[in-house]
């Protein structure tokens, strides 16, 4: 995990990398409870026999259940110091170019795509792109615009 001492260490590293979280597992548990929790359940997700004959070869997640991992992965990658508040502002632009099978590792990769002030803090848009373990491709890829309070 990266730490930044104060919001204003990051207006700099526009365009760069702050940080890489660990590994998350995406198990057919935490996709049943997604399902459960959206009322999602279509067979592509909970039903693994079904899956395992479909086109991916077994259950895959939710796009939005992989999307759901961004704040996990977030804390997990970088962290900034002296923050009175964050607030998830919204999403700019959101792909899903690779499946996310069960039992997948994902991680987030985040790189500083803006850093504008705004009173009392600044507005932040940050590329967040999940790696999917032995994939070639992400499997999510996300600007998440966020505001950060002093």
């Not at 002030?117 to 792109?129: D, F, K, R």
Request: proline share 5%.
């Amino acid at each position: 995990m990266k730490r930044y001492a104060h919001l204003s260490d990051l207006q700099p590293l526009v365009g760069q990398e702050i940080g890489v979280s660990d590994w998350f597992v995406i198990d057919q548990a935490r996709i049943d409870r997604f399902a459960e929790a959206t009322g999602d359940d279509q067979w592509i997700h909970v039903d693994p026999v079904r899956a395992a004959a479909g086109p991916f070869g077994a259950t895959i997640a939710h796009g939005f259940l992989t999307l759901s991992m961004l704040p996990a992965m977030g804390m997990a990658a970088f962290e900034i110091g002296g923050l009175r508040m964050s607030v998830n502002y919204g999403l700019d632009r959101v792909r899903f170019p690779a499946p996310v099978r069960a039992g997948s590792r994902l991680r987030g990769r985040f790189v500083l795509r803006e850093f504008q002030p705004i009173e009392g803090g600044a507005q932040l848009v940050v590329e967040c792109t999940m790696e999917l373990d032995g994939s070639s491709k992400p499997a999510c890829v996300a600007l998440a615009v966020s505001r950060r309070f002093v």
